[in-house]
C-alpha cells in the first residue's frame, strides 16, 4: 500500500476496487489503523473505489508528538485532491467522524455525501476539557495498559464486551492489545477530539451534501442525545440506529454498518446523477437560446 506525504507527515492508504467506479473514503476510529475496517471494504471494492488510510499519529502513517483536528481534515482533504477522486462518499466513526463533519461543514465540494459515527457539533466545557486533560496526561504516565478496560468500556457497548464468539474475542483482544501497546506520544492523539470547537446551527444549515448520522443504542445517553441535536441541525439527513453497539458501531456491528452505507450511498449515487443531469439540461437549454 501507498503512502503520500501531506501537510509534513506521510499518509498511508489503501486503494481497493474499479478506478472508475463511485469512491468511497473511509476515515478510521481514534487509536486505529485503517485495517479495522476490512469488512467494510470487503463489501464495497467489487462495485466501488475504496480509499482506506491512517490518520496521522496512527497505524503505518508518520507518528507525530501532536496534532489537532484541522490538520488531520487537511490530510483528508490532501488526500482526496491528491488521487483526484473528489466528489466521493466520505464515512468515518470516532475520529473519522469528526474529520467528516469538519469536510462537510468547509468542502462540501469535495462530496457526494458523508456518513457520521460518534461526531458531535457541540464543543467541550472549559471544565470538561481541563478533566480530560488531567486524565489523558496521568494516562501518558502510567502507561496505555493501566487504562485498557476503561478504553474497552467507553468504545464498545455491553453486547460485544460480553459476545463470546471466537472471531470477535479475537478481534475485540487484537483491538485491545494494540491499544496497550500505544506510546505517550501516540495517547496524545486523543487531546484534538475533545478540543474541537463548536459548529453553529448556521453553520450546519450550509452543508449541501446529504448526511447519515449513525448511533449505536449501547452508546452513553448523552451521546446519543448530542447525535440526534447534530441530525437535527442538517438539511440533507437521515438518523439511523443501530442495535446492541455503543460507539465504535463500524467495529461491534459491520454489517449493519455496511448495510448502512449502501443504501445511503446508492440513493445519494441517485440524487448526484440526477443532478448532473439537471445542469446538463440547463447548460444545454442556455446554449441552444443563445444560439438562437
Known amino acids: 500500500m501507498p503512502k503520500i506525504k501531506l501537510n509534513g507527515t506521510e499518509i498511508f492508504y ?27 471494504v470487503r463489501a464495497f471494492s467489487d462495485e466501488y473505489r475504496v480509499i482506506c488510510y491512517d490518520h496521522r499519529g496512527q497505524g503505518e502513517s508518520t507518528h507525530v508528538k501532536r496534532s489537532d483536528l484541522q490538520t488531520t481534515t487537511k490530510d483528508a482533504i490532501g488526500l482526496i485532491e491528491y488521487l483526484n477522486i473528489e466528489p466521493c462518499h466520505f464515512f468515518g466513526n470516532c475520529l473519522g467522524a469528526y474529520v467528516g463533519l ?14 457520521m459515527i460518534g ?65 505517550a506520544d501516540e495517547l496524545e492523539n486523543a487531546r484534538q477530539l475533545y478540543h474541537h470547537p463548536s459548529f453553529s446551527k448556521e453553520e450546519l444549515q450550509k452543508i449541501e451534501v446529504p448526511v447519515l448520522v449513525i448511533a449505536g443504542d449501547e452508546d452513553q445517553p448523552n451521546n446519543i442525545a448530542a447525535y440526534k441535536r447534530l441530525a ?51 447548460s444545454k437549454g442556455k446554449s441552444s437560446h443563445l444560439r438562437s
Open 14 to 40: 489503501g486503494d481497493e476496487g474499479p478506478h472508475d467506479a463511485p469512491v468511497i473514503v473511509l476515515s478510521p476510529l481514534l487509536y486505529m489503523s485503517n485495517s479495522v475496517y476490512k469488512p467494510i
Open 102 to 115: 469538519n469536510l462537510s461543514v468547509q468542502r462540501s465540494d469535495l462530496l457526494k455525501s458523508c456518513i
Open 232 to 282: 437535527q441541525m442538517i438539511p440533507h439527513v437521515n438518523y439511523k440506529t443501530v442495535h446492541h453497539a455503543g460507539y465504535c458501531v463500524a467495529i461491534e456491528q459491520p454489517q449493519e454498518v455496511v448495510n448502512l452505507i449502501r443504501d445511503h450511498i446508492e440513493k445519494a449515487e441517485r440524487g448526484y446523477v440526477a443532478m448532473q443531469n439537471s445542469a446538463k439540461k440547463k
Open 119 to 183: 461526531a458531535t457539533s457541540e464543543a467541550y466545557s472549559a471544565k470538561e476539557i481541563k478533566d480530560l486533560d488531567t486524565n489523558l496526561d496521568l494516562m501518558k504516565k502510567a502507561g496505555a495498559k493501566s487504562s485498557v478496560q476503561s478504553f474497552a468500556n467507553m468504545c464498545f457497548g455491553p453486547t460485544f464486551r460480553a459476545n463470546t464468539d471466537p472471531l470477535i474475542v479475537e478481534k475485540r483482544e487484537k483491538i485491545l492489545k494494540d491499544f496497550s501497546e500505544l506510546s
